[in-house]
Nanobody, 110 residues
Framework: VQLQAYGGGLVQPGGSISLSCTASGIDFPIYIINWYRQGPSRPRELVAQISRSGSVGYASSVSGRFASSRDNAKRTAYLHMNNLTPGDTALYYC?????RGQGTLVTVSS
């Protein structure tokens, strides 16, 4: 099983950035996909969960700003993040029901 998150980087407050997570070695459509983040000196936070059908639940801290989706044909999950604040600075990673990829760092700073 290989999972890899992509797309992190430095973004200014109020800006946007999009992450993707590709998976191989698993039956992609049957997995619930979670996006987690862990910021400096903060506990891990579940920010979005994508069901098998594609419906998404969000943490209250990101609701209305983040949008997540999945493309089963491309074996890829996406996390689009808007109106970012320094509090969104974190290592973001995807989790497929226990399979966890290496994260990608998002830094929000002017």
């Amino acid at each position: 099983v290989q999972l890899q998150a992509y797309g992190g980087g430095l973004v200014q407050p109020g800006g946007s950035i999009s992450l993707s997570c590709t998976a191989s070695g698993i039956d992609f459509p049957i997995y619930i996909i979670n996006w987690y983040r862990q910021g400096p000196s903060r506990p891990r936070e579940l920010v979005a969960q994508i069901s098998r059908s594609g419906s998404v639940g969000y943490a209250s801290s990101v609701s209305g700003r983040f949008a997540s989706s999945r493309d089963n044909a491309k074996r890829t999950a996406y996390l689009h993040m808007n109106n970012l604040t320094p509090g969104d600075t974190a290592l973001y990673y995807c989790d497929f029901m226990g399979y966890r990829g290496q994260g990608t760092l998002v830094t929000v700073s002017s």
